[in-house]
């Protein structure tokens, strides 16, 4: 199963008991999309 799938899925689970968490994770989603790197870098980890 695709990773997408199960985020998808994993999502719908958590916004039973967080409400908004389909809109906070949103931007985040678009990030990624657009191909930005999202956090900080750990240092000597690739």
């Given at each position: 199963?695709p ?7 994993n999502l719908r ?5 967080y409400?908004?968490?389909r809109?906070?994770?949103?931007p985040v ?7 930005e790197?999202?956090g900080?870098?750990?240092?000597r980890?690739?």
């Amino acid at each position: 199963m695709p990773n997408e799938q199960i985020f998808k899925r994993n999502l719908r689970a958590l916004s039973r008991k967080y409400r908004h968490i389909r809109s906070d994770v949103q931007p985040v989603i678009e990030q990624l999309k657009s191909g930005e790197i999202v956090g900080d870098q750990i240092p000597r980890v690739k």
